[in-house]
């Protein structure tokens, strides 16, 4: 069983920076696609950004440009540097597969001010 803890949320100004970490236990994901996704009030959850096992990457519109996804595989552990930060990047921020497969994790919360 997977179990994927995030962390590294806060409470930024608009413009600040966050680094989010996703600490992945219970089984190796180096090869496995690894995505960001987030969950703002009263909407779906999106996926924001992915990586593959060779660290190529790709984003949503809404964040390229400001945010960068890493791995660091030996480690088990994705990170969302997030850059640029607006109100409307404000969410609950979750790590999981590119399809979803674990279990959920808690997220952690981000909130821009304005």
């Known amino acids: 069983q997977v179990r994927l803890v995030e962390s590294g949320g806060g409470l930024v100004q608009a413009g600040g920076s966050l680094r989010l970490s996703c600490a992945a236990s219970g089984s190796t994901f180096r090869s496995i696609i690894m995505a960001w996704y987030r969950q703002a009030p009263g909407k779906q959850r999106e996926k924001i950004a992915f990586i593959t096992s060779r660290a190529s990457t790709n984003y949503a519109d809404s964040v390229k440009g400001r945010f960068t996804i890493s791995r660091d595989n030996a480690e088990n552990i994705v990170y969302l540097q997030m850059n640029s930060l607006k109100p409307e990047d404000t969410a609950v921020y979750y790590c999981?597969?590119?399809?979803?497969?674990?279990?959920w994790g808690q997220g952690t919360q981000v909130t821009v001010s304005s």
């Open positions: 999981n597969t590119i399809y979803g497969d674990y279990a």
